[in-house]
């Protein structure tokens, strides 16, 4: 297990990564955690079907990504859903302590 | 005699197993990519082959190729209306749609009637690096899916779902 710092650190790294390789996402939110990183991804690349689906990653050493992920997608409808609390993320995630991580200038 | 629905949801079932499979390999870390890509390519190919039971009146004896299944995700793609919500077009899909496009044509059967040497499965030679290489290799795209740096394999997931969703 890696210090806070550290998986915040990989956190931000894959939240680039993800920008980079989807130009099509438009936000990506972290969700503080000690163990694992949590991201939820606003993306014009997947459609809008009122389901939300984690999918977890192991770590990915060859990339340096040391720590387990759970990537959310989901459609700027939906994330408008999400805020207007018609559509709930998984009971772990709390809306109130996303962080938003900025596009790299 | 099963009916078509039957068919179908049979079809669904084996899909769903088959994209479970994947996000546990996923899960477990590393996964090889190869077998990764194997995994969403056959849940796809059953996607399609639920699509074409239940909106064209196919009959499962004519589905045992996977020829078909080609078809299918080929009419999935231009059902337009079927598979976006209305006013919601923008760019929706269309990354995932093209892997999954590109992960049936690499099926063996699919890839040899292309006259492709790349497929998924198998090695091949390749003929500009002189060696034998395999789909991990030789096509980018499967060692996307398998990595946490790319949102490919979530996608794929979420469009699997949801395809699965609006055929039950």
Partial sequence: MGSMMEVEVATKKLALLHYANDPDTKQIFSLPNPERIQLIEVTDSVGTTGEICPIEFGPDVKNLILFPSEIILVSPAEWGMIRDQKLNLPESWDMESLELIPRAS | MASSK???????????????????????????????????????????????????????????????????????????????????????????????????????????????????????????????ITAKEGIPMVRDISQQGTTLASMLVKLGLHLMEKLR
């Avoid at chain 2, 056959?42 to 039971?53: H, P, R």
């Avoid at chain 2, 080929?74 to 919601?88: A, K, P, S, V, Y």
């Fill in chain 2, 6 to 132: 039957d068919w179908a949801e049979a079809f669904l079932r084996c899909a769903a197993e088959d994209l479970e499979a994947a996000k546990e390999l996923l899960a477990s870390g590393t996964p090889p990519p190869g077998t990764l890509a194997m995994l969403f390519q056959m849940a796809f190919e059953k996607i399609g082959k639920a699509y074409l039971i239940a909106h064209r009146g196919k009959r499962p004896e004519q589905l045992r190729t996977h020829k078909a299944a080609s078809v299918a995700l080929w009419d999935i793609r231009q059902d337009t209306d079927w598979l976006w919500e209305r006013g919601h077009r923008g760019q929706q899909w269309t990354r995932a749609l093209l892997a999954v496009k590109v992960l049936e044509e690499a099926q063996p059967a699919v890839a040899s009637r292309l006259g492709k040497s790349e497929m998924l499965e198998y090695p091949w030679e390749d003929a500009f690096l002189d060696r034998v």
